[in-house]
């Protein structure tokens, strides 16, 4: 058992939002060990090492209010009006005024003090303001004026109430695909599935009443190889992969020379034979990819092309410098940039300016590179809108990066160093996870405005209709594991979820999207409640959907605002639930915690209950093949009250393995399995669109209305 924490100890890790005890999956009552939570405070910069150190630090964090004049960042929903405090030295004199998003100045009144306390030895007095509740939508300043002079600043973000939903959905519901884009490979593919793919399949879904196509997160990995293969584990969740570029579609391709014209041929032949590995090549397709997008990059352009690149980066800023800068310093030096002479691990310092100047060619290249492939992708959103789709694209979004990538070099403290995100043990993953990824650290997240989240949410929400947060839950708590530590040594961390969840309606208000929370896994309960309330979409998997007693829960159940789906990407497509192949999988690598035929026998029996149920709806027939008990379940899920029912790719195809295994790395091909039959053997998008297979399941979401 770990040493339970002393009371000031618990004390203060509840201050800083670090939970000492929790509920785990089965009921049982944990206490976190006091190492555990000294580690965490350690990565907030929190000294408590030690009972003194814990006293001290408990003291400073009573004061920490006190020590500032405004608070960093204040999160208020339209019509709120909340009271600001502000602390300044006793008898000075106080104006204050909030410069609104569109430049207007509006001045504010400024309550008398009602409390004066010592602080550091100086008396402070606190005042309140109280913000109008008229306030529009967007990032606004507090200024505060005070003393001689002295100007003290905070962010206002005012945030929807909740999201409304598309017309489209205000009286009816819509069903789509989901797809792992990288794996859904057409016959002009370069080994990889890409924009210009996404754009073929959303065209095709679209004439079978298709609404939108969720796809895997497209963030960007590292530009060398060896290439990250997980999508949920990129180097920045900011900017996109370029892997998903068309190299065909690019326009300049036109300018080429003949000879140059036949040297992408010869690239696109090699990449081309790709397509029929059983496993992906994602480095084989960067190789061939890349040294067709330099020849084009060099080539001429016209002038409005130029000033359109232009713009596009004066938009994304330094940010976009900055991982320009790291992808051509990774791309010069190779490994990885903790390992850098520790003048080129500062994105600020003169070292690095320095070699942004000496690779000023390669930086404008990944620059370059970023206007082509979110160009594509927003062609492609705007290619299945003007087709039909009401919501077209739906992008996702990844928990966290890569611990060594571009967004822990350009981000700096910002993620908490020395952590870990993960998940406690649960009933598919009963050891923990541990995702190999810093999380954010609230504190600094408020002290900067959430900038750096505002601008993810902004790069993925330009380029869909909607968005999909994965672990959603991880807006309000992450579990944070210690570097060196087991999954199940961790502890949750709370962040302000009223400003995570709130900028994350408000992004998604302007952009006209959907969003959706998956929301599976270990919560509490009145977590999904707040989600609806805010207009956010949950996640109902119906192999998840269980009554008290563990059998299957009646579709007409379901949540309305919610995502209905039979299957997601940690389990196996249909066909192979239905075989057990997750059972079979997790056996193999050691991943279960009780014995074989233990565990064989309860998921029979939870399979069987759910079968039995399409049974007694008259759904299936004794005896019926897989096929039928696959479109059997998706047909049981159009009973159901969603707004939204998906419907994996790799379901229409009759695929039976596992796109990932959550608990392993290298021990399983996580990611690296391409769209294939029901023979295990790779399928093309061109085969798909002419499945009897896909047709026949389509037509069982499409007529929902038979019973």
């Known amino acids: 058992m770990p040493e339970a924490p002393s ?18 999956w089965r009921g049982n009552h944990v206490t976190v060990g006091t ?23 408990l003291a400073d964090k009573e004061l920490e209010g006190w020590r500032r004049v405004l608070p960093p960042v204040i999160v208020m929903r339209e019509s709120w009006t909340p009271w600001v405090p502000v602390h300044v030295p006793e008898g ?33 007095s606190e005042s309140t303001i109280e913000l109008p509740g008229d306030l529009p939508l967007g990032y606004h300043s507090l200024q505060v004026s005070y003393g001689a002079g002295s100007v003290a600043t905070a962010t206002v973000i005012v945030t929807p109430e909740r999201l409304v939903l598309p017309a489209a959905l205000e009286h009816d519901r819509a069903w789509g695909l989901a797809a792992q884009l990288y794996s ?28 939108f196509v969720l796809i895997n997160p497209v963030h960007a990995a590292e530009p060398v190889s060896p290439m990250e293969p997980s999508p949920y584990l990129p180097t920045t969740r900011r900017f996109v992969n370029p892997l998903y570029i068309r190299v065909e579609e690019v326009p300049e391709l036109g300018y080429l020379s003949a000879a140059q014209h036949q040297l992408v041929e010869w690239h696109s032949d090699d990449a081309r034979r790709l397509n029929k590995l059983d496993h992906l090549d994602r480095d084989g397709s960067w190789q061939s990819k890349q040294a067709a997008l330099r020849m084009i990059f060099r080539t001429e352009s016209t002038h409005r092309r130029r000033r359109d690149l232009e713009s596009f980066v004066e938009r994304e800023g330094q940010p976009l410098i900055d991982f320009a800068t790291w992808c051509a310093i990774t791309a010069d030096r190779g490994g990885e940039w903790p390992d850098w002479p520790e003048e080129l691990r500062d994105p600020r310092s003169d070292a690095v300016a ?29 290619e299945l809108r003007s087709a039909g789709m009401s919501v077209g694209v739906i992008q996702d979004l990844a928990v966290g990066v890569h611990a060594r990538g ?28 541990d995702w190999s990824q810093p999380p954010w650290r609230p504190d600094r997240l408020a002290e900067t405005g959430y900038q750096a989240y505002r601008d993810l949410l902004r790069t993925s929400l330009r380029m869909s209709g909607g968005l999909r947060v994965d672990h959603i839950l991880g807006l309000f708590r992450l579990w944070w594991v210690p570097e060196g530590k087991k999954p199940l040594e961790g502890t949750y961390v709370r962040y302000d979820h009223e400003a995570m969840v709130g900028i994350l309606a408000l992004e998604a208000h302007r952009a006209g999207a959907v969003v959706i929370g998956e929301d599976l896994g270990t ?18 998997v119906l192999w998840f959907e269980r009554t008290d007693d563990g059998g299957p829960k009646p579709p007409e159940t379901y949540r309305t605002l919610a995502m209905a789906s039979v299957t997601t990407h940690d389990l196996p497509p249909t066909a192979g639930y239905l075989q057990g192949e997750h059972i079979k999988v997790r056996h193999e690598l050691g991943l279960l915690t009780r014995p074989l035929e233990e565990e064989m026998k309860v998921d029979d029996a939870q399979r069987e209950a759910v079968l039995a149920e399409l049974r007694s709806r008259g759904l299936l027939r004794p005896g019926t093949s897989v096929d039928d008990q696959v479109d059997a379940l998706h047909k049981f899920l159009t009973w159901s009250p969603s707004k939204l029912l998906s419907v994996s790719v790799n379901d ?34 061109d085969d798909l669109m002419v499945s009897r297979r896909a047709k026949r399941l389509i037509r069982a979401v499409t007529r929902r209305g038979d019973r």
């Open 92 to 124: 000075d004199s106080i104006e204050a005024r909030i410069t609104l998003e569109d430049s207007a100045i509006r001045d504010l009144t400024v309550m008398d003090p009602s409390e004066i306390r010592e602080v550091d030895g100086l008396p402070t």
């Open 406 to 433: 571009a967004d822990t070099w350009a981000l700096g403290d910002v993620l908490a160093q020395g952590m870990s995100v993960g998940a406690p043990p649960d009933d598919y993953n009963q050891l923990g996870q």
């Open 184 to 211: 859904v490979r057409s016959e002009r593919s370069w080994g990889l599935g890409d924009a210009a793919d996404l754009a073929e399949l959303g065209t095709w879904a679209v004439r079978q009443g298709a609404d």
């Open 523 to 540: 919560t509490e309960d009145w977590v999904r409640d707040y989600l609806s309330d805010r207009g956010v979409f949950g996640t109902s």
């Open 652 to 685: 229409l195809a009759g695929d039976v393995r596992t796109i990932n295994q959550p608990g392993t790395d290298e021990e399983y091909p996580n990611w690296r399995l391409p769209m294939s039959g029901p023979d295990r053997t790779p399928t093309s998008l």
């Open 35 to 57: 190492d555990t939570i000294r580690s965490v405070l350690a990565a907030l910069d929190v000294d408590a090492a030690d009972e003194p150190s814990a006293e001290r630090a």
């Open 7 to 24: 009371e000031n100890l618990a004390r203060l890790a509840r201050a800083h939002g670090v939970a000492t005890e929790y509920w785990d």
């Open 354 to 382: 320095a070699e942004r100047d000496r690779l000023s060619d390669e930086v404008d290249f990944y620059c370059w590179m970023q206007w082509i492939v979110q160009s594509q992708f927003l062609d492609a959103q705007r």
